[in-house]
């Protein structure tokens, strides 16, 4: 088995560094070129079976591009929603607090929003879930940076300063073999 990770196109909170956890939008034109540009390198492949995606705005449009240039159905995964970020969300991602609230694993972002160990268990389970679903199929997930980290971590091993400092470009595209 094989899966294909990805995260959605740019938008607006993205160009402008502004933490974008809960916040349904939509993806700005660079989001929309990049997302053809990513249909076009999946299409390229042309290995894969299913597109798995958050059922957030920005995820299903960067999955539907991908979907229409490669004649595939999108199913949607609610435990794929990007992380809820509490009183961060809509902040410059420089907010004070916000990097090291990122490591804290039992510690609820902004207060009000998912400690890392909710947002771990969510994503872990439906890795599990698709793995066991899906096993003979090539797996594309169109997800969120928060998410993409968490299904890194799920893969590899990370120190706890490697997590903090990991980052996925949107329409970036990293393979994991099962």
Same mark, same amino acid.
């Given at each position: 088995?094989?899966?294909? &990770?990805? !995260?959605?196109?740019?938008?607006?909170?993205n160009?402008?560094?502004? @933490?974008?956890?809960?916040?349904?939008?939509?993806?700005d034109?660079?989001?929309?070129?990049?997302?053809?540009?990513? +249909?076009?390198?999946?299409?390229?492949?042309?290995?894969? /079976? @299913?597109?798995?995606? $958050?059922?957030?705005? !920005?995820?299903?449009?960067?999955?539907?591009?991908?979907? /229409?240039?490669?004649?595939?159905?999108?199913?949607?995964?609610?435990? #794929? !929603?990007?992380?809820?970020?509490?009183s961060?969300?809509?902040? &410059?991602?420089?907010?004070?607090?916000?990097?090291?609230?990122?490591?804290? #694993?039992?510690? !609820?972002?902004?207060? $009000?929003?998912? $400690?890392?160990l909710?947002?771990?268990? *969510?994503?872990? $389970?439906?890795?599990?879930?698709?793995? +066991?679903? =899906?096993?003979?199929?090539?797996?594309?997930?169109?997800?969120?940076?928060?998410?993409? *980290?968490?299904?890194?971590? =799920? #893969?590899? /091993?990370?120190?706890?300063?490697q #997590?903090?400092?990991?980052?996925?470009?949107?329409c970036?595209?990293?393979?994991?073999?099962?």
């Amino acid at each position: 088995m094989k899966i294909y &990770s990805t !995260r959605h196109g740019q938008t607006s909170f993205n160009k402008q560094e502004i @933490i974008l956890g809960t916040t349904d939008i939509e993806l700005d034109e660079t989001g929309e070129q990049q997302a053809v540009a990513l +249909a076009e390198r999946i299409a390229e492949l042309g290995t894969i /079976d @299913i597109i798995i995606a $958050s059922p957030m705005k !920005r995820a299903q449009k960067t999955a539907r591009a991908v979907a /229409d240039c490669c004649g595939l159905e999108v199913v949607t995964e609610e435990r #794929f !929603r990007e992380w809820d970020y509490g009183s961060y969300e809509g902040k &410059s991602r420089f907010t004070e607090g916000f990097a090291e609230n990122k490591v804290n #694993f039992a510690v !609820r972002m902004g207060k $009000s929003g998912e $400690s890392l160990l909710q947002l771990t268990h *969510r994503v872990y $389970s439906a890795l599990d879930d698709i793995i +066991a679903d =899906y096993s003979s199929k090539t797996v594309l997930l169109v997800t969120h940076g928060g998410v993409c *980290r968490v299904i890194e971590t =799920y #893969f590899n /091993d990370m120190t706890n300063e490697q #997590f903090s400092n990991w980052f996925m470009d949107n329409c970036g595209l990293l393979e994991y073999n099962i």
